[in-house]
Every structure is written in C-alpha cells, then in structure tokens.
C-alpha cells in the first residue's frame, strides 16, 4: 500500500484563499480590516525569517499587518507596555508575540499580558483554559491546521483512536484537546511511555510532536492509519555537497508512508498550515470582536 500524500501547501494556499474572501467581505460589508500585529524581540535568524513571511502573507489576503521589533535588550516593562498599547488599538485583532524570547524575559508572564480575544496563538492561560474545557477559544494555529486537514480528510473523526506522540503545550496538548473535541479517544504519549512502538500501532491517527527527526518508523505504523508529521528537523546533508542540510519530520518518511494510508510530507505539510491558521485566527478574532458570524470551517 501506498499512502496518500496530504499536500499542507494546497491545503494552506486554499485557506488563505477563504481568509481573503472573507476579508474582501468584511471590507465591502462592515468597513472593517482585520489587522495583526507581530511582535519579535532581538534577532533570533530563524524567527525574522517567520515574522518576514508572516507578514507578507497578512498583507496578501488583505489584512493590516504591523511588525514591532524590539532591541535583544528590551526590558520586561517596555515590552508589557508595547502589548498593552496593541491590546487598546482597535484596528489590531491579533497579537503574536515571537517565541522564544530573550532569556532575561519571563515568557508566561508576556504571553498573559495579551488580551485573551486577541491571543491568535491560543497560549494564554485563559485560551488554554476555554480549550480544555471544550469552550470557545482562540486556539494554538499548529494543532488547528494538523485539525482541518484531518477532518478535509477523513470527515467525521468520531471514533478514532488517535495517538499524539509529544506532550509541548504549543502542539501536543492542544492537539489532545481538539482530538477529543473530535470524538476521537486519545493517548499522549511521550519520552517515558512504556512500550512506545505498541502504543502507536493502535493509533487510526498518529500525531507526531516530539522534534526527534525520523524517530517513527514505518513498523510503528497500522495499515491504513493517518500520519502527521508535525516536526521540522535540520539535518545536515553532505551527499547533497558541502555544508549543505536537508529538511526531515519527526517520522521516517519512507517506511511510514509504505504503510500508512495518508500522511503529511515534510517540509509541505503541517508547515505551511500554521500560518494560514494564524490568518484564520486574526479573522476569527475580528468577526468576535465586532459581533460578526465567524467564519465557517476556519475555527475549531
Ligand atoms: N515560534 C515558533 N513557532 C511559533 C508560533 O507558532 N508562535 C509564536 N508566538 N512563536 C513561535
């Protein structure tokens, strides 16, 4: 058997599509502009590539994007007060602040300086709190784009026994929570679970979140299940020339997929969701915000 390969890149390029749809309406309808704004502090070259690509996309489907980039050094007080300003500006919807942060700040403190409605990364304590609760939330875009591309596959996940490996509270909880949220009876499973490779081999769905490249091997897999490969991995790759590296999952691709029934490749899958999710999120955000019918199929 050959599995089905989910193409994040398709899927991502078609929400992006209904998020841009949406705004057009919003404009023509109501005169409103959803805006988000990106907040990165010092310059981790990793997370400038993120907020560059962040806002490119912000401003193709149509929506205001402003970007605040703060000096490495930016005290806790100078930060809590450029939230503060973005919690108080009407015409910004969502806040993202780029994680991680300096060392010197205190990130769950940050994180719950931002106004819960406006927190379109879902980390607030009280969006983590609504989730668990199985209550309207803003929720994490990883595990929301992992989500829609499970139910554009699969419809109904009702039933299932979904396995997510990784216990994160960006990805792996969050996933549990909307995993249940589906009807699906879900075990997270991570370093210490006994017994690792049985544990999978029951999963209809398996989630993998762990940041361990190609530590899932195809014989962990069931015949026919779904695999979503959440992990991007680095490694470097000499047979390609030197200094040169390639991109890997957190599941050997090759043998999973021989068994698998679908799965998502790496890069080009889960990727590409998260920030068409952060989009939804800000329009979810703006719909909320303004007492408007929130966008169907774009939301948990
Ligand atoms: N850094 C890497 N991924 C993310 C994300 O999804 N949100 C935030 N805020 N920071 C990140």
Redesign the pocket.
């Known amino acids: 058997m050959s599995a089905t390969v989910i193409d994040g890149k398709a899927f991502a390029a078609k929400v992006r599509g209904q998020v841009g749809e949406h705004v057009t309406r919003l404009k023509a309808e109501h005169d409103l502009t959803p805006g988000l704004a990106v907040v990165l502090v010092g310059e981790d070259p ?2 400038q590539v ?1 907020v560059r690509s962040k806002g490119k996309m912000t401003v193709e489907v149509g929506m205001k994007s402003v970007e605040h980039k703060l000096d490495v050094d930016t005290s806790e007080a100078d930060l809590l007060a450029v939230i503060d300003g973005l919690n108080n500006d009407p015409t910004i919807h969502g806040i ?5 942060l300096p060392e010197h700040l205190n990130e769950d403190l940050v994180i719950n300086a931002i106004d819960p409605a406006k927190d379109v ?1 879902g ?1 607030h304590i009280s969006n983590v709190g609504l989730l668990g609760t199985g209550q309207k939330s803003m929720v ?3 595990p929301l784009g992992c989500l829609m591309m499970l139910r554009d596959h699969h419809g109904s996940l009702s039933g299932m026994d979904a396995v997510v490996i990784g216990r994160s509270n ?1 990805v792996g909880k969050p996933m549990a929570q909307l995993l249940l949220g589906d009807s699906c009876t879900v075990t997270i499973a991570h370093s210490r679970t006994k017994d690792l490779a049985d544990v999978v081999r029951r999963a209809d769905i398996v989630v993998a979140a762990v940041g361990r490249p190609e530590m899932v091997p195809g014989d962990w897999i069931k015949a026919g299940a779904t695999v979503i490969d959440v992990g991007i991995n680095r490694l470097d790759a000499p047979e390609r020339g030197a200094g040169k590296t390639r991109l890997v999952g957190d599941v050997d691709y090759e043998s999973c997929a021989a068994v698998a029934g679908a799965i998502t490749p790496v890069p080009g899958g889960v990727g590409p969701m ?1 920030i068409a999710c ?1 989009l939804a999120n800000t329009l979810t955000a703006c719909c909320r915000a303004n007492g408007l019918a929130e966008p169907e199929g774009l939301t948990a």
Do not use: G, K
């Open positions: 990793a997370s993120y993202l602040v780029q994680l991680p990364d980390f994490p875009c990883t960006i998260t952060l």
